[in-house]
C-alpha cells in the first residue's frame, strides 16, 4: 500500500471519534458516547485531520463546530460507519438459523409490538430477535432483514404483505384546547388547525367524507411519527386523526380527548412484510404465526373496550 493509499484510509478509531464529536458537537460528550477519555478522543481527532491535511472543526469557548470540510466528510462518514456496521451485523449473524431481523413503526413498536414480546421470547427461547426502528418501506435485501411491519397499503413489490389488522381513527385534542375551541359540528374542525401524519396523505379528507362534508383542506402542521403528533395536541397545537389504540393511555387519563366522536376505519392497514425468500424461514413464519395469534387477541379483547373502540 502507498503512503498515498495509506493517507486516504483513516483509522476506524478515527473516523467513530470523528463522527460521535460531529453528531454530539462536543469533545465530552463524544467521550462518553465511545467510553473514552477526552484526550483520547482529541488525540483521535488531532490524527485524522493531520493524516487528511485539513481542519474539519473550529475550536472555540463554547465547543467545537464543524469547517466546511468537516461538514462534508461528516454527512459521507456517518453513512460509511453506518454500513460497515451492518456488514459487520450481517457477517455475525451469517450461518445462524435462529436470527430473526424485523423493522417495525416506532410508535407502534413501542406502545403494542414491545409489551407483547415476551410472549414470543418465552415461546421461542432459542429464536434471537433484532429490531430496526423504519418508517416507510424498507430494502430487505440492503439492510439484511427478514420482515417488516408496515402502516399502509398492500403494495410491496417481490414480497408477501400479510394483513394483520385495520385502525380506528378519531379526532383527538387536549382537554384545555376543546374547551377554548368547542366543537359542536364536525364542520367546526375546518377552521381549527388541523394536525397531519406525513405518512397519511389524504386522512382527513377521508373523515370528512365519511360524514359527507367535502374538505379542501391547504395543508397544516406535519409530523413524521405518531408520538410527536400526540405530544403537539397534549401540548394544544391543534386536533389530529390517531389510531385510537396507540393513545389509550392519554385518552383514560385524559391528556387527549375526542374532539368530535367519530371513529372510522383508516385508509391504511397494518401488514406484516416479508420478501418472499424468507417466508418460510423458520424464525419468520414462527414470528408469524406468533403475531396473528396476538392479534386476534387484541381484537377480541379491543371489540369489548370503549376506549379502543374497534
Known amino acids: 500500500m502507498t503512503s498515498m493509499q495509506r493517507r486516504l484510509l483513516p483509522s476506524t478509531s478515527a473516523l467513530t471519534a470523528f463522527d460521535a464529536v460531529a453528531r454530539t458537537g462536543s469533545f465530552s460528550a463524544a467521550?462518553?458516547?465511545?467510553?473514552?477519555?477526552?484526550?483520547?478522543?482529541?488525540?483521535?481527532?488531532?490524527?485524522?485531520?493531520?493524516?487528511?491535511?485539513?481542519k474539519l472543526f473550529d475550536r472555540n469557548s463554547r465547543g467545537v463546530t464543524l469547517t466546511d470540510t468537516g461538514r462534508v466528510y461528516a454527512a459521507g462518514i456517518a453513512e460509511v460507519i453506518h454500513k460497515i456496521r451492518t456488514l459487520s451485523f450481517e457477517a455475525?449473524?451469517?450461518?445462524?438459523?435462529?436470527?430473526?431481523?424485523?423493522?417495525?413503526?416506532?410508535?407502534?413498536?413501542?406502545?403494542?409490538l414491545m409489551p407483547r414480546i415476551p410472549g414470543f421470547v418465552k415461546a421461542n427461547p432459542n429464536i434471537i430477535i433484532n429490531f430496526a426502528t423504519r418508517i416507510g418501506r424498507v430494502d430487505f435485501?440492503?439492510?439484511?432483514?427478514?420482515?417488516?411491519?408496515?402502516?399502509?397499503?398492500?403494495?410491496?413489490?417481490?414480497?408477501?404483505?400479510?394483513?394483520?389488522?385495520?385502525?380506528?381513527?378519531?379526532?383527538?385534542?387536549?382537554?384545555d384546547f376543546l374547551k377554548t375551541h368547542p366543537v359542536a359540528r364536525p364542520e367546526r374542525l375546518l377552521s381549527l388547525p388541523l394536525i397531519e401524519m406525513a405518512s397519511r396523505p389524504g386522512a382527513w379528507e377521508?373523515?370528512?367524507?365519511?360524514?359527507?362534508?367535502?374538505?379542501?383542506l391547504s395543508g397544516g402542521m406535519r409530523f413524521e411519527q405518531f408520538s410527536n403528533v400526540a405530544q403537539a395536541c397534549i401540548?394544544?397545537?391543534?386536533?389530529?386523526?390517531?389510531?385510537?389504540?396507540?393513545?389509550?393511555?392519554?385518552?383514560q387519563i385524559g391528556r387527549l380527548v375526542l374532539a368530535y366522536d367519530h371513529p372510522v376505519q383508516s385508509l391504511s392497514a397494518y401488514y406484516l412484510v416479508r420478501p418472499q425468500r424468507k417466508v418460510s424461514y423458520p424464525p419468520v413464519v414462527a414470528f408469524?404465526?406468533?403475531?396473528?395469534?396476538?392479534?386476534a387477541t387484541f381484537e377480541s379483547e379491543a371489540a369489548g373496550d370503549s376506549v379502543i373502540a374497534w
Open 31 to 54: 467521550a462518553q458516547e465511545l467510553s473514552l477519555t477526552q484526550g483520547a478522543i482529541s488525540r483521535q481527532i488531532a490524527l485524522l485531520e493531520e493524516q487528511l491535511g485539513a
Open 92 to 112: 455475525m449473524a451469517a450461518g445462524r438459523e435462529n436470527a430473526l431481523s424485523l423493522a417495525i413503526p416506532p410508535t407502534f413498536g413501542t406502545r403494542w
Open 288 to 295: 408469524s404465526e406468533w403475531l396473528m395469534a396476538e392479534v
Open 235 to 251: 401540548a394544544g397545537l391543534g386536533v389530529a386523526l390517531m389510531p385510537l389504540f396507540l393513545i389509550t393511555s392519554e385518552l
Open 206 to 216: 377521508h373523515w370528512f367524507a365519511s360524514l359527507s362534508i367535502e374538505a379542501r
Open 141 to 175: 435485501e440492503a439492510e439484511g432483514l427478514d420482515a417488516a411491519i408496515h402502516i399502509g397499503r398492500p403494495d410491496w413489490p417481490d414480497a408477501d404483505c400479510k394483513l394483520m389488522m385495520h385502525e380506528m381513527v378519531a379526532p383527538v385534542c387536549s382537554p
